[in-house]
T-cell receptor, first 115, second 119 residues
Framework: KQEVTQIPAALSVPEGENLVLNCSFTDSAIYNLQWFRQDPGKGLTSLLLIQSSQREQTSGRLNASLDKSSGRSTLYIAASQPGDSATYLC??????????????FGAGTQVVVTP | DVKVTQSSRYLVKRTGEKVFLECVQD?????MFWYRQDPGLGLRLIYF???????EKGDIPEGYSVSREKKERFSLILESASTNQTSMYLC??????????????????FGSGTQLSVL
């Protein structure tokens, strides 16, 4: 079974610093990997989806990289702002037909950007 | 803009009550999902549906049932609410089977969540 890990569980950085968030997965045969943001008490918002054939995906200040061979994805947030404070989760879809729909989520990294 | 709407933001119910959580999406998505999220346990899939009247059990279906009579609406039912069902419930939808079709349409869109307290 695919396992998804996010370390560290929490991170605090001063405003303006670049954020680096890590996501590890145990089986490199993934279709894609998705990064989400969750504000306290709210639902998740999809930030980036990176396909298995891609090495990077960018949206504004966000850049996600994918290295399947090492089982890692990294989300970079440039020039962090207090508004970036949230929990960031990564997720990968299932590998087998008997697991359709069962996206595997990491536990998330809680980020605080201090002014 | 994509929209997944959950009918209640906060809900307080008594033990033994039958509880309905409603979710509506306006994107004509085939797939809809119900998750619960608890501190330290993360997101856990309860049920999902890949078409009208079709459903599949997730990882923790016990104590829950679902209904999908129309494509846009997916309901989660707690037949007899218990205190251990106090949780944040999140509905989500997506256009295609997770992982089955390689396309950018596989993004998962979530509602704002329903915080359910069972007393």
């Amino acid at each position: 079974k695919q396992e998804v890990t996010q370390i560290p569980a929490a991170l605090s950085v001063p405003e303006g610093e670049n954020l680096v968030l890590n996501c590890s997965f145990t089986d490199s045969a993934i279709y894609n990997l998705q990064w989400f943001r969750q504000d306290p008490g709210k639902g998740l918002t999809s930030l980036l989806l990176i396909q298995s054939s891609q090495r990077e995906q960018t949206s504004g200040r966000l850049n996600a990289s994918l290295d399947k061979s090492s089982g890692r994805s990294t989300l970079y947030i440039a020039a962090s702002q207090p508004g970036d404070s949230a929990t960031y989760l990564c997720a990968v879809p299932p590998l087998t037909t008997d697991s359709w729909g069962k996206l595997q989520f990491g536990a998330g990294t809680q980020v605080v950007v201090t002014p | 803009d994509v929209k997944v709407t959950q009918s209640s933001r906060y809900l307080v119910k008594r033990t033994g009550e039958k509880v309905f959580l409603e979710c509506v999406q306006d994107m004509d998505h085939e797939n809809m999902f119900w998750y619960r999220q608890d501190p330290g346990l993360g997101l856990r899939l309860i049920y999902f549906s890949y078409d009208v009247k079709m459903k599949e059990k997730g990882d923790i279906p016990e104590g829950y049932s679902v209904s999908r009579e129309k494509k846009e609406r997916f309901s989660l039912i707690l037949e007899s609410a218990s205190t251990n069902q106090t949780s944040m419930y999140l509905c989500a939808s997506s256009l295609s089977w997770m992982g089955r079709f390689i396309s950018t349409n596989e993004k998962l869109f979530f509602g704002s969540g329903t915080q359910l307290s069972v007393l």
